[in-house]
């Protein structure tokens, strides 16, 4: 089960609605190449429905400077070769800065610079 995640920043007030951690649903091989945007030719999916080759897949959050904006992204890894697969930023296609969830975000607003992003759980998704 995944967490709703609500980040804000204490000093400009702009807060952020996110998906966060691992649901149900990503359990699926099918779900998570669809979440990449990836094809199934693309990853060795048959010894993944297996677990000849082990993954986990996730949904992490990251910091788009370009936009100013925090967003969830998908994120695989698969265990034995270390791949890791990952998106880019659903609106302006940049590079996201992965952060660390915990009480407190130990990161600049993206919007003000502040350093410090406030964290709250909000509920819970599959
Ligand atoms: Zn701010
Ligand atoms: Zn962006």
Same mark, same amino acid.
């Given at each position: *089960? ?26 699926s ?18 010894? *993944?429905?297996? *677990? ?16 100013q ?26 590079d ?21 992003l ?5 509920g819970?998704?599959?």
């Open positions: *089960m995944g967490a709703i995640i609500k980040i804000s920043c204490g000093n400009c007030k702009k807060e952020w609605t996110t998906n966060w951690g691992a649901g149900y649903l990503y359990g091989v099918d779900v998570a190449i669809e979440a990449l945007g990836l094809k199934k030719e693309d990853l060795p999916t048959d010894k *993944m429905k297996t *677990m000849e080759e082990p993954w986990v897949f996730e949904n992490k959050i990251g910091i788009c400077d370009k936009c904006s925090v967003q969830s992204f998908p994120y695989l890894k698969l265990i034995n070769s270390g791949k890791e697969y990952y998106t880019k930023c659903e609106v302006c296609g940049n996201l800065r992965e952060i660390e969830i915990d009480d407190k975000i130990e990161e600049k607003c993206p919007v003000c610079g502040n350093f410090g406030d964290v709250e759980r909000t819970y998704w599959d």
